[in-house]
């Protein structure tokens, strides 16, 4: 992480040049904590605008949801442009020494919109410059829940009705009859939550758009992709993203849900319990490619999938828990490095293995989780033959608790993946036809889930 930070030092370096001076304040506004690849997309976040900015300029960086001051800076006229290159690094060491120390929250991507409008009219006003216009660069989550008042929550395929944003502030959180109007200011924003329904993504859009409106900001821009959101901070843009009309028919404040959320609702959830001895690299190769593009092909379907990772040799390795892996344009691609990063991180050695205490855990990985979903599956991928062969007995209970715990509740199944000798992997061998399906790749058994997932989607049966 530290040569990443350092590059971005040097691009600071080469790319901050000399500009007339200006009088507009940049505001970067982020999550109250953020892992490593978050950090990084903040840091450069940060360094693009000051590798944008005018002489006079000022750049504030601020916590989006407790509204805490990160970092700020001006850019002095008399500075050459290796000192306004220190100072950006400086501001860089700042900001990472703040989200270092930021405490543990249930809410890693939440922001809070309406208090960070109220921070920037109250910095606009306050400052001792005359700003001309503001721009905002917004990084968290679309969807809301500051941990307070459970009545303004919305999560995934639910959004808030039109009369929250008519309402006084005392009556709602999104309320703007009486709010303070800003002046001269564009907002982009890098949603970090994925949105999978594109039912749930206009309307999510149009009430932050509307919201927006209603405060006098324009909202620029609004990805999943950092690079499409800061080429539209950077272009000078004041053209909204859509033009919303404000419905005063229906006042009435309510939290709503997307009527046709089918995509929500076809969840497919898989633990991988993969052999990680010394013959299985290419194992997980296949893995970190195939997942992402099954992503795809699932929401193409109208369903979406959701993985943990178990590797084994001997023992259980540490394990991925659950982790929903979005769209590229759902999330920018984010889930997938992350997935990437884990199976990266798994080193095939030379070793025996024993798949028993790996498949327990699997099971109980599903049976932690509350949520439902339309399929829950644990998936061995290896060739267990030598070991099947060598302990009968103890394999054969280990087949007769996966076959009841795929029977205590609809739709789980265990199946198999063979990447050993080409031959029928002992697992299944031993397991007999009525207890496993077994697959010869990654990529036939995602044939085999998209194919499914597109008859639940439909209607039809779950096999």
Same mark, same amino acid.
């Given at each position: 992480m530290n040569k990443r930070i350092a590059s971005i030092a040097f691009v600071v370096t080469l790319a901050l040049v000399h500009a007339a001076a200006g009088q507009t304040l940049h505001v970067v506004a982020g *999550? *109250? &904590? =953020? $892992? /490593?690849? /978050? !950090?990084? !997309?903040?840091? &450069?976040?940060? =360094?693009e605008v000051g590798m944008h900015v005018e002489h006079g300029d000022e750049v504030r960086v601020i916590d989006a949801l407790t509204q805490a001051p990160v970092a700020s800076f001006a850019m002095p006229a008399s500075a050459s442009a290796r000192g306004k290159a220190k100072h950006v690094v400086k501001q860089l060491a700042a900001i990472r020494r703040y989200y270092d120390s930021a405490r543990s929250t249930l809410l890693p991507y939440?922001?809070?919109l309406p208090n960070l409008l109220d921070s920037v009219y109250q910095a606009t006003v306050s400052s001792d410059r005359r700003?001309?216009? +503001?721009r905002i660069l917004l990084i968290g989550s679309a969807l809301f829940g500051d941990g307070t008042d459970a009545r303004y929550d919305f999560v995934a395929g639910e959004y808030p009705s039109a009369g929250h944003v008519a309402a006084a502030r005392s009556h709602s959180v999104y309320g703007t009859a009486d709010a303070r109007r800003l002046r001269n200011t564009r907002l982009d924003w890098l949603n970090l939550t994925p949105i999978v329904d594109d039912g749930h993504r206009l309307r999510i859009r149009e009430f932050w758009t509307l919201y927006c409106q209603q405060r006098g900001v324009v !909202? +620029? #821009? @609004? #990805? =999943?992709? =950092?690079n499409d959101v800061l080429v539209s901070f950077k272009s000078g843009s004041t053209e909204p993203i859509e033009h919303v009309i404000f $419905? #005063? $028919?229906? !006042?009435r404040r309510q939290i709503l849900r997307v009527e046709d959320a089918s995509g929500l609702a076809n969840t497919w959830s898989i633990v991988f319990v993969v052999d990680a001895s010394a013959s299985m690299q290419q194992v997980f190769d296949q893995i970190r490619s195939e997942i992402p593009v099954l992503a795809e092909r699932l929401y193409e379907a109208g369903a979406r999938i959701r993985v943990a990772v178990v590797p084994f040799r001997e023992q259980p390795l540490p394990v991925l828990g @659950? +982790? /929903?892996i979005r769209t590229e344009d759902s999330d920018g691609g984010r889930s997938s490095r992350r997935l990437g990063a884990f199976l990266g991180g798994v080193e095939p050695m030379r070793s025996t293995v024993d798949p028993d205490a790996a498949?327990?855990?699997g099971m109980q990985l599903v049976d932690s989780d509350l949520r439902r979903s339309t399929f829950a599956s644990i998936v061995l991928v290896g060739d267990t033959t030598a070991e099947a062969d060598r302990d009968r007995g103890r394999f054969a209970q280990l087949l007769a608790d996966l076959h009841a715990w795929s029977e205590a509740a609809e739709g789980r199944s265990v199946l198999g993946i063979d990447v050993g000798n080409g031959q029928d992997p002992g697992f299944a061998r031993l397991a007999g036809p009525d207890r496993v399906a077994p697959f010869g790749s990654v990529r036939e058994l995602a044939d085999s889930i998209v194919r499914q997932a597109a008859d639940v989607t439909r209607g039809g049966e779950r096999r």
């Open positions: *999550p *109250p &904590q =953020a $892992d /490593d690849e /978050d !950090l990084i !997309l903040i840091l &450069q976040s940060v =360094a939440s922001v809070h700003f001309s216009e +503001t !909202l +620029t #821009s @609004w #990805s =999943a992709h =950092a $419905d #005063s $028919d229906d !006042l @659950w +982790t /929903d498949l327990r855990v």
